[in-house]
């Protein structure tokens, strides 16, 4: 079904199920371990085999020499896969990720070897033994040395509309500024693995991926053999942030070495290996430039943006957020791309926005204190109910972005604020509070699903469907039983399988609106089927208590279905309504910090997010997600950087020792408002993307927070105490 036109009432908005709370149906399977992640399966077939790979130890360069003869000659080992004798696959492109092809080294920890053994630990330890000798190319390993070499991005093209240059030169108010953001990781706690199996010419992996139709597709690619051929499952995914939407080497190995010897084989990737094998969120360099009259008024709204990655990767599109975000007739918003050798950079958790938030909503608190505004009337003043960049021939489907800063500003106690830096002090505590608007651009893929109801009355959903720890489970579950008029307990709810629909995935915020329009279509052709069935004329029944009732009649639904039970798919696609409309969710981030008057050492004391996301199917589920989501905010702020070794292009603090992130020690209580919402032009559901919002603008929020506490404005990211402390005030012990 294509949905191209706004959404009439429908059975979702009963909320009988959808928008009640529901703990999460996959739960208990969770808390059991008795929930199956890919390299937990230890029953795929006999003798299953291990593999362990090996990580080029230079970023640029060739390889001059490799010996394997100690590595094949060690106990257990049954194949050592280098360049020289791996089996032939694709080039790269159009879905192929080829491992071990040739001598050449494009980054560091580049797979050069994969060695399989009977045990993990002979594989790792013969893994070891491959003898590599290299000859090291100079590269660029820093962004600000490249940053003039940048080119333009096809998919964040310019916006210059009016005249910038002049707006920006005689404007009463401005700023002109620049931020750094560093790389950082994703940092989920399931490392990519994959477990491959083939059974004459078909292939089974077991793999832990956001998507399973990109991971088929890209198996089959690489390993020239039709996509028919290739069933991926990947039913539990234990966190990814973006990391998991690509192919990295566990897969394409595993499939190699099975083939190669007859047998299963399982491969998860190290810790280390997650770091500077697969991707990461690429650094910033951004200019954010604004102006305003002296009521408040934006004139002229600039913002470039400069990222770096390997050749045939993509930037970090840290401008595209304010193309959207606030009003503004003079506008320059660029972004530009250079070429650099670290290890590949890609989409994590709201790419663009989590880090081009940092920037542009310090600038806008800069700004409105020049003018001696309220930060929060600031952002209210500026607010435009279309898109900016465009004009009101595009105007927003839904956006509440003011009614979030008002609520979170009331329940905050934002009128309590000094807005003069380093007034409140609290024993050896400088106190503030800062603001941030949240922007999530709201993203629609296909997706279908397949329903089964059986004479039992339960309703079975499968669908390719992933569940990350979002609670897609949950989600689908719900929608279903609205559907049905079931209650949630009466679903089951089947993911992760190729065998099924393809569905939308997990990525970009768009899975759980995506793929609930493609099982509210396929439950559309089953609630006809069954209707039909037992004898009633479909536009006349309602579905309620586990029954059809129409015209003073009902009939169970196990009944309608009878013993061979009723079996109907439907899917979604989309139209134009977001050329039509600009989508996105909204919110408000409000943070309470603490700045040590000794060390500069930074607490968070207090938050609270308001969004504005259309329907929430799962409130439960939803605030989760922020919770989640302002958790990697903060840690974005105060301390998650990926340390460049400039010598050999590597990361450094490869490990969760050394590569910090919040832990429940950092994190304080966090509240979570939903504001209500249907946007009807997003989907059947009326919903919006949650997970990725929540991250969107808390950085922001802690920076201002921690200004209005100390008086220090910190535009390198991470804020760590030692660019505090230069320009903490003095006081006595």
């Not at 051929?229 to 897969?251: E, M, Q």
């Not at 089964?452 to 579950?477: C, F, H, K």
């Not at 989640?628 to 990361?651: P, Q, S």
């Not at 950085?699 to 506490?709: E, F, L, P």
Request: net charge negative; aromatic share 6%.
């Amino acid at each position: 079904m294509k949905f191209d036109t706004p959404a009439g009432i429908n059975p979702i908005d009963q909320e009988r199920v959808v928008g009640q709370p529901h703990t999460r149906i996959e739960g208990p399977l969770k808390v059991t371990g008795r929930a199956t992640y890919a390299y937990e399966y230890h029953d795929v077939g006999p003798n299953v085999a291990y593999g362990v790979m090996r990580g080029a130890g230079i970023a640029k360069g060739r390889i001059t020499a490799i010996d394997v003869r100690e590595a094949e000659a060690a106990p257990g080992v049954l194949l050592v896969m280098t360049y020289q004798n791996v089996p032939k696959q694709a080039a790269s492109g159009r879905g192929a990720v080829p491992q071990l092809q040739g001598p050449e080294i494009k980054h560091f920890d580049q797979s050069v070897a994969f060695v399989v053994a009977e045990t993990f630990e002979q594989a790792r330890a013969a893994a070891n033994l491959v003898r590599i000798d290299y000859a090291q190319a100079k590269g660029a390993f820093e962004l600000a040395q490249v940053k003039d070499q940048g080119k333009p991005v096809a998919d964040a093209p310019d916006v210059r509309k009016g005249d910038f240059a002049g707006a920006f030169a005689k404007a009463e108010f401005k700023v002109d500024e620049t931020y750094t953001t560093p790389d950082e990781s994703h940092a989920m706690m399931e490392p990519q693995a994959s477990i491959a199996l083939w059974e004459g010419d078909r292939l089974t992996v077991r793999t832990s991926h956001q998507i399973v139709h990109w991971a088929t597709r890209g198996i089959a690619a690489t390993l020239q053999i039709p996509e028919a051929n290739v069933r991926v499952l990947t039913p539990y995914v234990g966190g990814g942030f973006g990391s998991k939407l690509f192919l990295y080497s566990d897969p394409i190995l595993a499939a190699l070495a099975a083939r190669e010897l007859g047998r299963p084989v399982k491969v998860a990737l190290t810790r280390p290996q997650i770091f500077n094998h697969t991707s990461h969120r690429p650094a910033t360099i951004q200019r954010v430039r604004l102006a305003a009259n002296s009521d408040g008024k934006l004139t002229a709204v600039g913002h470039m943006t400069w990222s770096g990655n390997l050749p045939d990767a993509g930037s970090e599109n840290a401008s595209e957020q304010t193309k959207l975000m606030y009003g503004g007739e003079n506008r320059l918003i660029e972004t530009r791309l250079s070429v650099l050798d670290l290890p590949r950079g890609a989409a994590m958790r709201a790419p663009g926005e989590a880090v081009g938030l940092l920037a542009l909503e310090s600038a806008v608190d800069e700004l409105a204190e020049k003018i001696g505004m309220d930060p929060v009337a600031f952002r209210i003043a500026n607010d435009v109910q279309y898109d900016p960049s465009v004009g009101p021939s595009r105007p927003f489907s839904t956006r509440m972005l003011v009614e979030c800063l008002r609520t979170g500003a009331e329940k905050f106690g934002w009128d309590q604020r000094n807005p003069k830096p380093a007034q409140v002090r609290d024993g050896d505590w400088l106190v503030g509070i800062g603001v941030a608007s949240a922007l999530r651009n709201n993203l629609m893929m296909p997706s279908g699903a397949r329903v089964r109801m059986g004479s039992d009355g339960i309703l079975i959903v499968e669908t390719q469907m992933t569940d990350i720890g979002t609670g897609s489970y949950t989600v689908l579950a719900a929608v279903g039983a609205e559907m049905l008029g079931l209650p949630i307990e009466r679903v089951q709810v089947r993911l992760g399988d190729s065998d099924f629909p393809r569905s939308a995935g997990s990525g970009g915020s768009w899975g759980a609106n995506s793929a609930s329009a493609g099982l509210y279509y396929a439950c559309e052709n089953l609630r006809a089927a069954l209707a039909q069935k037992a004898g009633f004329n479909t536009a006349e029944v309602t579905f309620e208590g586990g029954n059809i009732v129409a015209g003073g009649r009902s009939v169970p639904l196990g009944e309608a279905a009878g013993p061979d039970g009723v079996v109907a798919e439907g899917d979604v696609t989309f139209g134009d309504l977001d050329k039509k409309y600009a989508q996105a969710g909204f919110g408000a981030h409000f943070i309470e910090a603490g700045v040590n008057i000794h060390t500069g050492e930074v607490r968070v004391r207090r938050a609270l997010s308001v969004c504005a996301a259309g329907r929430i199917i799962n409130p439960i589920a939803a605030r989760s997600q922020c919770l989640g989501g302002v958790t990697m905010g903060i840690g974005a702020a105060l301390m998650e950087e990926c340390v460049v070794d400039k010598r050999f292009g590597y990361f450094v603090n490869h490990d969760l020792a050394e590569y910090h992130v919040p832990v429940h020690a950092d994190i304080p209580d966090i509240d979570v408002i939903f504001l209500d919402e249907l946007d009807d032009k997003s989907s059947p559901i009326k919903a919006k993307g949650v997970g990725e919002l929540g991250i969107c603008g808390v950085g922001g929020a802690v920076a201002n927070a921690v200004y209005n506490a100390c008086g220090v404005r910190v535009r390198e990211f991470p804020i760590t105490l030692d660019k505090i402390l230069p320009g903490l005030p003095r006081y006595d012990a």
